[in-house]
């Protein structure tokens, strides 16, 4: 394995400035992680998830931070450390330097930890040049939750980058409910949630409701309220959400992960039409 593998990759981007270019690098060493997990097992108890997940698996037109994961059976003892190992090993397979730290708090279902490359802008040939301003490290954070909802259901999907491997992940209705499940229960606005929504909807995925519904009673505000979500309650939480949102803010969350073609879209961001995606959602749910 060389450094060849990874600049045939960034070439693939064809990045067309800077942040697009440190996007793909840090997509790229998403990708190297995940290779690593699945080499070690890991998808052998937890599955993948998230807007990452939607990203690397399903295409979606935006660039991810977080590798969000999932156990698939609830264990308090999980530990990051034997995997965080296997991800250092297999970047320095790439001729990168990562570090890998686990910061998980014993008391806490969600488990975290951190990845830190800081050797790509000295062995990688980049297209733009870089000063001391710019990013020099390229940080992923891992997270996952060892307490399950119950209901989710699984995919197993292959991937042909760095080499071919395969990861366990929600199935695209158990998705939306996580997503679905986040845009109702967040303390703060990320209109990248919002964005993923639009993705959702625009190919008529379902809701996974049983798994929604355990992840409501699990976190939250909706917590201990013995909801039931059906299409008509969650159409109608959405439509609250959607009139009270600061829009501006969220268009300026998503922006920075989206190409110029997709930034676009974001002239569209508002209560009308985000109401109007919702009926259209509530005509297939």
Not at 52 to 79: A, K, M, W
Not at 185 to 205: E, Q
Request: one cysteine or more; glycine letters at 4%.
């Amino acid at each position: 394995m060389t450094l060849d593998l990874i600049h045939d990759r960034l070439n693939h981007y064809n990045p067309l400035d800077k942040i697009a270019e440190e996007n793909a690098i840090k997509e790229i060493c998403q990708e190297i992680a995940l290779a690593a997990l699945s080499r070690s097992d890991f998808f052998r108890i937890g599955a993948f998830m998230g807007g990452t997940c939607l990203r690397i698996l399903y295409g979606l037109q935006r660039f991810s931070e977080d590798l969000d994961f999932v156990l698939r059976h609830t264990d308090p003892n999980f530990e990051w450390t034997p995997y965080l190992h296997a991800i250092e090993e297999e970047f320095q397979a790439f001729g990168l330097t990562c570090t890998a730290v686990d910061r998980s708090k014993a008391e806490q279902a969600v488990k975290k930890a951190f990845l830190k490359e800081d050797s790509f802008g000295q062995v990688l040939q980049l297209q733009y040049s870089r000063t001391r301003v710019d990013l020099q490290k390229v940080l992923i954070k891992l997270e996952i939750d060892t307490h399950c909802p119950a209901g989710a259901q699984f995919d197993t999907i292959s991937l042909n980058y760095p080499y071919p491997f395969a990861v366990t992940a929600h199935d695209l209705p158990s998705l939306f409910a996580g997503k679905c499940n986040a845009i109702l229960t967040r303390t703060y606005l990320k209109g990248r949630d919002w964005y993923d929504f639009l993705w959702y909807a625009r190919r008529g995925v379902t809701v996974n409701f049983d798994l929604l519904k355990s992840s409501l009673q699990q976190y939250g505000p909706y917590s201990g309220m013995n909801i039931s979500p059906s299409a008509e309650w969650l159409i109608n939480e959405l439509r609250k959400k959607i009139t009270n949102l600061d829009w501006a803010k969220a268009r300026m969350d998503v922006d920075r992960f989206l190409s110029d073609r997709e930034r676009h879209s974001l002239d569209l961001w508002g209560p009308n039409f985000f109401l109007s995606v919702t009926e259209k959602l509530e005509g297939y749910l």
